[in-house]
C-alpha cells in the first residue's frame, strides 16, 4: 500500500522560491489552496524568472501578458485568466474569478476590466532585462531600413520560424504548484507569461482547465509546462488524472498522458523541452515526466527543512 502524505508541496523547479511560504502556510494548518497561490504569487514576483508574472518576456509587440489558472480539488472549482496585461498577479485575480463570478476564464480587456474592479493594482510589468532580450530579437531578426513595427505578422512568423534557436526558457517558462494540505485537499496553480513574442491574444495551456491543470480530490492532479499548444490538443493534465482515475500508478498516468503526445503531428515539437509534466495522485505521492532527459522537480513536506530536487520521469518525444 502506498502510503498517504499530508503537508505536501510539488512543482516546477522554478517554483522552489514559492515553497517557503506554501509551507509555513501549510504548517498554519491552511488550506492547499491558499498555498499553492502564495507559492505561484512568489514566482510571479521574482524578477528572474523570465517567463511568470513580472520579468516575462513580452508578446511580438512588447506587450507582457499573463495567463494563469487554479483549481480546487474539493469541489473542482476552477479559475482562469488569459492575456492579463498591466496585473501582477494573475494567479489572484484567477482566484476571484472563481470565488466571485459565474464564470470560470475571462480574457484580455475584460479581464482588465474584473481585476481592476476587484481593487487589483496595476504595474508596469516589462522589465529593463525582458525588454533588452526582446530588442535583441526583434531588432536583430529583421534587418530593414524599414520600422520594423510596420508589418508586425511578418516579423512574428519570421520569429516563429527560428524559435528553435531562442532559449526554451524565454519561451516556455511557466510555473506549476500542486499542494496537498493536512485536510487532505488537494489544489493546483499555473501561471506564464506564455511564449515569449507570441502573437498578441494567443492562450497557452495553463489558463485552460484539464489542458495545463487539473485537480481533483479524488483521484489527484497535474499540471504542465512546455508547448502548450500541444497539452491543449491532448488535454494533458486533465488526461493524467483520468488515468489514475483509471487505475494507473502515477508514474504510468505520467508516462501514458505523454505518449498521448506522440499522436501529435506537430512541426514546433522536436525540442526536448517540448512537455513537462507534475502530478500528485490522491494519497499525496508525486512524481513528474518530461521529454526532457535532464528535467526536475522539486517537492517538500512540513516536516522537511527545505525542498528536495528529483528527476523527472523521462519520456522522448519520440520513440
Ligand atoms: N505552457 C505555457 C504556454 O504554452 O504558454
Known sequence: ????????????????????????????????????IAAVKAVEDDLC??????????????????DASVMDGRTLAAGAVGALKHYPHPIEVARRIMEC??????????AELFARTHGFQPANLLTP???????????????????????????YMSVVQRWRELLHRELFGTTNVIVRDLAGNIACAVSTSGWGFKWPGRLGDSPIIGAGNYAD????????????????????????VMYLRFGFTLEDALRQAMLDLRALDDPYAEADTVMNIVAMDRDGNVSAASTSPEATYVVQTIDMETYEERPRLHVPLRE
Open 217 to 240: 480530490n479524488r483521484y489527484g492532479a497535474a499540471a504542465c509546462t512546455g508547448r502548450g499548444e500541444m497539452a491543449i490538443r491532448c488535454a494533458t493534465a486533465h488526461s493524467v
Open 49 to 66: 524568472d523570465q517567463g511568470v508574472g513580472t520579468g516575462g518576456i513580452p508578446n511580438i509587440l512588447g506587450e507582457v501578458e499573463l
Open 129 to 155: 532585462e525582458a525588454e533588452a532580450i526582446w530588442r535583441a530579437v526583434i531588432h536583430g531578426e529583421r534587418r530593414t531600413e524599414h520600422n520594423v513595427y510596420e508589418d508586425r505578422y511578418q516579423l
Open 101 to 110: 463570478t459565474p464564470h470560470v476564464m475571462l480574457v484580455g480587456e475584460g
Open 1 to 36: 500500500m502506498p502510503k498517504e502524505i499530508r503537508g505536501i508541496v510539488v512543482g516546477s523547479r522554478n517554483a522552489a522560491v514559492g515553497f517557503p511560504r506554501a509551507i509555513e502556510i501549510l504548517r498554519g494548518g491552511g488550506s492547499a489552496l491558499e498555498a499553492a
